[in-house]
């Protein structure tokens, strides 16, 4: 195969066969190709764009280049939620549990942070022992007897992804309908779901920033999905403002918690609502959403999730004592930082891309393929838009490794809160469905 030629194709815009596909993937990910020429095709991807043909070969390539689960026929539907990535976002968390409890088996295969955005593999990581590293037969095995597991992709499970994810988030190609919608399909599609459901997130911490946008994105996954027989919806969900209160890894486990246990924030708790109702609806076990609901509401105040939880952490050999303790324990960055209203008056703005990037610059992102992710580090007690605060009082906590690093946070972080006198208008968190 002559893969500069193929590059020189996407470059001027000329469609690629599939068997062309599936050999540079092939390729590439058997360490063949090197990573500057595919970040070139990256790159061309990105500016060019794929068709649908392309989009579907480029999937069933990456999901081709390794094993994929198999479930054994039982009632219990096959399903998992997806999101585009967000600052703050951690619905995976306290919602996988809360599937588990409904009768649901979710083989959650999940990745890193890719930009300022946080990812579910380190956000777990941040729990004393709790490894996310199964091999497939285990996520499978977990899966069957306890509803749930948690990992990321292994050495034979989607390894081209592994490979393309980590790519991507260092050359300035992540936002791209194509590669995304392969990055999220190849993963899924290689757990042998019957049903999912998107967060496809759009605003400025988000990959695609207008609506328009992620309804392109949202409609590309859910039309792709559908094709290869697994049945799909997608939320358009705003990521103007980081989601919760709380934004770090650890930090996000512990708003987590505070969920599946009845408390925390409004927003994170209707976002994971909303996809469990959905996948009820989805997979026939209500009639209605309004039905899924109120059943996805009742099971979460039950306490079963928060007990299933637990569960988890051991199965995938977190130590639960140590969990708990840090749980109970003061915060565990260095330096713990207030950052407090210059004004008095109501929040209007609280803008998650400065939030994402001050989180990432603390140490809870990658600036680089082998950047170590500090997981203590991070925001939490964040006000939201419509929120009052009084001159003095708390716009925010920082989380820092120095106090060097909490100064930086702490100016930069000014600029990321405003307020006025009167209310704002606010906007639903989610305002579409695809």
């Known amino acids: 195969m002559n893969f500069l030629s193929l590059i020189e194709s996407k470059r001027e815009n000329q469609p690629l066969a599939a068997a062309a596909i599936q050999s540079f993937v092939s390729e590439f990910t058997a360490g063949r190709i090197p990573d500057y020429q595919m970040a070139a095709m990256l790159m061309a991807i990105f500016f060019r764009g794929m068709n649908t043909e392309e989009t579907r070969a480029l999937t069933l390539a990456m999901r081709d280049s390794g094993e994929v689960l198999k479930f054994p026929a039982e009632p219990r539907p096959v399903v998992d939620k997806h999101s585009t990535g967000g600052v703050g976002d951690k619905v995976s968390l306290p919602l996988a549990p809360l599937l588990a409890c409904l009768g649901f088996r979710v083989p959650m295969i999940s990745g890193r942070g890719l930009g300022i955005t946080g990812g579910t593999l380190d956000k777990l990581e941040s729990i004393p022992g709790f490894t996310t590293q199964l091999e497939p037969a285990r996520i499978v095995e977990q899966t069957q007897e306890l509803g749930l597991a948690m990992a990321g992709q292994t050495a034979t499970m989607v390894p081209a992804d592994k490979k393309l994810y980590a790519l991507r988030d260092v050359t300035g190609t992540v936002p791209s309908v194509p590669l995304i919608t392969a990055s999220i399909l190849s993963k899924k599609l290689a757990e042998g779901l019957d049903a999912l459901i998107m967060d496809v997130k759009f605003g400025t911490a988000a990959f695609m920033q207008t609506e328009v946008q992620a309804r392109e994105l949202a409609q590309s996954i859910v039309n792709l999905a559908q094709a290869c027989g697994v049945k799909t919806r997608a939320m358009l969900t705003d990521m103007n403002t980081p989601l919760g209160c709380a934004a770090g890894n650890w930090l996000e486990v512990k708003e987590s918690v505070e969920c599946l246990e009845g408390r925390g924030p409004n927003d994170l708790k209707e976002l994971v609502i909303a996809c469990a109702a959905h996948l009820l609806e989805q997979t026939g076990r209500v009639a209605t959403l309004d039905a899924g609901r109120e059943l996805a509401v009742r099971c979460l105040a039950s306490g079963e999730p ?32 207030e950052l407090k209203a210059q004004r ?13 990037e001050v989180i990432r610059d603390l140490g809870g992102g990658r600036l680089t393929k082998d950047s170590v992710i500090q997981p203590d580090v991070g925001l939490d007690l964040i006000a939201k838009p419509g929120e009052q605060r009084r001159a003095g009082e708390l716009l925010c906590r920082i989380h820092a490794p120095t106090a060097s690093d909490a100064d930086m946070a702490a100016t930069r972080l000014a600029v990321a809160f405003e307020q006025a006198d009167e209310p704002p208008l606010l906007k639903p968190l989610i305002r579409d469905v695809v």
């Not at 749980?327 to 930082?337: D, Y």
């Open 344 to 356: 008095s008056g109501y929040v209007t703005r609280c803008d998650a891309r400065v939030i994402g």
């Open 306 to 337: 928060r007990l299933k939880w637990d569960a988890l952490i051991v199965a995938q050999g977190g130590d639960l004592d140590a969990f708990q303790r840090k749980l109970a324990a003061a915060p565990a960055a260095p330096v713990v930082r």
